[in-house]
Antibody
Framework: QVQLQESGPGLVTPSDTLSLTCTVSGSFISNNNWWGWIRQPPGKGLEWIGY???????YYNPSLKSRVTMSLDTSKNQFSLKLKSMTAVDTAVFYC????????????WGKGTTVTVSS | QSALTQPASVSGSPGQSITISCTGT?????????VSWYQQYPDKAPKILIYDVSARPSGVSNRFSGSKSANTASLTISGLQAEDEADYYC??????????FGGGTKLTVL
């Protein structure tokens, strides 16, 4: 059974860079899947951030593209998100997710981690 | 890119059927048969219900069904049960090689 677990700071200072990691168990990130991030501000809907393939290909939300970087660490079976220039509007629950092999929908989600941007 | 349009809320009585719409454009919902639907309980991660417009993952009740016409996808829940009370989101792949979520619909079981 594939499981994903997000980790990272619960509190980020405005203008800082957020770094989150997703640890995968029950599958290898080197499998032919896409791995990505989705966020949800408090009381609001879901927003797609982007995803990355083992091959290194990445696709990001156009509205966040200038601030987002995703990467993989196959030795640790983890993938990561960096989001620059954080502001209060970036406060959200961040979910990591596995996409099915074609990359057209996320089928396994982590439980989510809450990130608050505040000084 | 704006979120796909879903009704903010829908409601129904146990045993009834309800339908949640998800309206986009010819660049997303209408472009491909790549719409998926998710159920989310409070403070929980979303769970997939439907993919590729109308396919159900194993383990998902056949009370959940999906369809699409032009730029609008729909999720129908038949035989409504109290446990169906949750938030529902659609997700569409787009011609820009990105994804758009719907704004979400809160289902209340009366």
């Amino acid at each position: 059974q594939v499981q994903l677990q997000e980790s990272g700071p619960g509190l980020v200072t405005p203008s800082d860079t957020l770094s989150l990691t997703c640890t995968v168990s029950g599958s290898f990130i080197s499998n032919n899947n896409w791995w990505g991030w989705i966020r949800q501000p408090p009381g609001k809907g879901l927003e797609w951030i982007g995803y990355i393939h083992y091959s290194g290909s990445t696709y990001y939300n156009p509205s966040l593209k200038s601030r987002v970087t995703m990467s993989l660490d196959t030795s640790k079976n983890q993938f990561s998100l960096k989001l620059k220039s954080m502001t209060a509007v970036d406060t959200a629950v961040f979910y990591c997710a596995r996409y099915e092999t074609r990359g057209y929908y996320p089928d396994v989600w982590g439980k989510g981690t809450t990130v608050t941007v505040s000084s | 890119q704006s979120a796909l349009t879903q009704p903010a809320s829908v409601s129904g009585s146990p045993g009834q059927s309800i339908t949640i719409s998800c309206t986009g454009t010819s660049s997303d919902v209408g472009a491909y048969n790549l719409v998926s639907w998710y159920q989310q309980y409070p403070d929980k991660a979303p769970k997939i219900l439907i993919y590729d417009v109308s396919a159900r993952p194993s383990g998902v009740s056949n009370r959940f069904s999906g369809s699409k016409s032009a730029n609008t996808a729909s999720l129908t829940i038949s035989g409504l049960q109290a446990e169906d009370e949750a938030d529902y989101y659609c997700l569409s792949y787009t011609t820009s090689t990105s994804f758009l979520f719907g704004g979400g619909t809160k289902l209340t079981v009366l």
